[in-house]
């Protein structure tokens, strides 16, 4: 009975099965724990990646979904300078990450404003630069100098 309960417990260990589970497979197995492990794979299917993986893979899916449907857009006056989905831009700060500081601070200086539209035209943020030469939040609150 000792000998049973061992092999459960590095069946459990190894599969994370329950008690019951665990020792179903290994009397399937007549009791070679070697063989109920190769048993739980095959039926088990092809490896897959762990539950918390597919998890954060979801999460960055829809995340890049959502950043897909938000545009980041940079105006000056009733002219559009450029259009982008929010991850474009976002990728691109990481690949290039020089050349998306040169062209903030020349929004910046060149009097831009700098915003995020969701996909219905809901406009979610927006900054831009004051009179006093701050950068202030679509609320008034500033945000830096």
């Not at 999460?59 to 979904?65: M, N």
């Not at 700060?93 to 020349?106: D, F, I, N, R, T």
């Amino acid at each position: 009975m000792e000998d049973e309960l061992r092999k459960v417990d590095l069946i459990r260990e190894r599969t994370h099965l329950g008690y019951e589970q665990a020792r179903q497979l290994l009397q399937e197995a007549g009791g070679d724990v070697v063989s109920a492990l190769i048993l739980w794979e095959r039926r088990r299917g092809p490896a897959r990646l762990g539950e918390e993986a597919e998890e954060a893979v979801g999460r960055v899916r829809a995340l890049w979904e959502k950043g897909n449907r938000t545009m980041l857009r940079i105006q000056r006056g009733d002219q559009t300078y450029l259009q982008v989905p929010v991850t474009v831009g976002v990728v691109g700060a990481v690949l290039a990450p020089y050349l998306a500081a040169a062209g903030a601070a020349a929004c910046l200086l060149t009097g831009c404003r700098v915003s995020l539209e969701r996909q219905g035209g809901r406009e979610t943020g927006r900054a831009e630069e004051s009179p006093a030469g701050d950068l202030r939040a679509a609320d008034g609150t500033a945000s830096g100098g």
